[in-house]
Each structure stands twice: as structure tokens, then as C-alpha cells.
């Protein structure tokens, strides 16, 4: 599999094979955060590099959780 392949693959939705696009989340009560997602346009599933370390989709082998997009990078 070319890596044109793998980040094509990586913006489908494995819930239902949807377009994943990049989101933020904010949280404005207290204190500020803010987190970069991929959400599903077709279903909403939403997921962050926690989220697919848990699934065993990226490896964290520096210490910091990365996941890399054809579009740039969510931290």
C-alpha cells in the first residue's frame, strides 16, 4: 500500500466509510482547551489521536501522540 493509499484510507470513517474532515473542539467553560478530531460528515463519529491509539491505529513510540493527515497534522 502506497502512502497516498494509507492517508486516503486514514479519511474514511470506519463506522460507515464516510468522508472524515478536520474539527476543533473548544471548551469555554473554565478553563480554555482545545482539541483537534476528525468527524465523520455522514455519521459524526468523532476521533482524536487518543482515541485511535486506544484501537491500535498509531504508534506513539516518541512520547508524543501525532497522527499525521494529508491535510496537516492533530496534536
Known amino acids: 500500500m502506497t502512502t497516498e493509499q494509507m ?3 486514514m479519511m474514511k470513517c470506519q463506522r460507515c466509510k ?3 474532515v478536520r474539527d476543533s473542539i473548544y471548551n469555554l467553560e473554565g478553563q480554555f482547551h482545545h482539541l483537534e478530531v476528525l468527524r ?3 455519521c459524526g463519529e ?3 489521536t487518543t482515541i485511535l ?3 491500535g491505529m498509531i504508534n506513539d513510540q516518541s512520547g508524543k501522540k501525532e497522527l ?3 491535510s ?3 496534536n
Do not use: F
Request: include cysteine; hydrophobic fraction near 45%.
Open 72 to 74: 496537516g497534522y492533530v
Open 53 to 55: 491509539k486506544a484501537r
Open 7 to 9: 492517508g486516503a484510507e
Open 46 to 48: 468523532t476521533v482524536d
Open 18 to 20: 464516510g468522508l472524515l
Open 40 to 42: 465523520c460528515l455522514n
Open 68 to 70: 499525521q493527515l494529508a
